[in-house]
């Protein structure tokens, strides 16, 4: 096995790829990726100006993909890999589909669950946040500035 291959910072990558095709569709730049037995069985980015749906985040349709690629609503045994964090909606639907993890890279100051519902997640659920922080809120940052200018 390739050291590093399933890690944390690996996995991030994915879902800042799926950020970057969100940016480059003038989206808010937020990807992410849901893992099950060190596989990513899905990938999804904000799709909101697109499908025109303030439901279509990253998260959600990520969700949703894990749940039909499995052929269940549930999520037990998998990790939501995710470049921002999850507002309280997304947060909501990690509870909801009963996520092992949720890892995410950046944290949102001001729309994050953490400070608008803080108990949003399953209370088993395992929060890790800050991976690949940097990376994360640099899309991010720059994208708004990118909108801004």
Not at 54 to 82: F, P, R, S, W
């Amino acid at each position: 096995m390739i050291p590093g291959l399933h890690s944390d910072e690996a996995f991030m990558k994915e879902a800042l790829k799926q950020a970057q095709y969100a940016f480059e569709e003038n989206e808010v730049p937020v990807g992410a990726v849901v893992v099950c037995e060190n596989k990513i069985i899905s990938r999804a980015y904000n799709q909101v100006e697109k499908l025109n749906d303030v439901t279509a985040h990253a998260e959600i349709l990520a969700i949703t993909a894990a749940e039909n690629y499995l052929g269940t609503k549930y999520l037990a045994g998998c990790k939501l890999y995710v470049t921002l964090e999850p507002c309280a909606m997304c947060a909501g639907a990690t509870y909801w589909s009963q996520l092992d993890e949720i890892i995410f890279g950046a944290s949102d100051d001001k729309r994050g669950y953490s400070k608008m519902a803080p108990n949003a997640t399953h209370p088993k659920a395992i929060v890790t946040p800050g991976i690949l922080a940097n990376e994360c809120r640099e899309l991010i940052t720059n994208f708004f500035k990118q909108m801004r200018g």
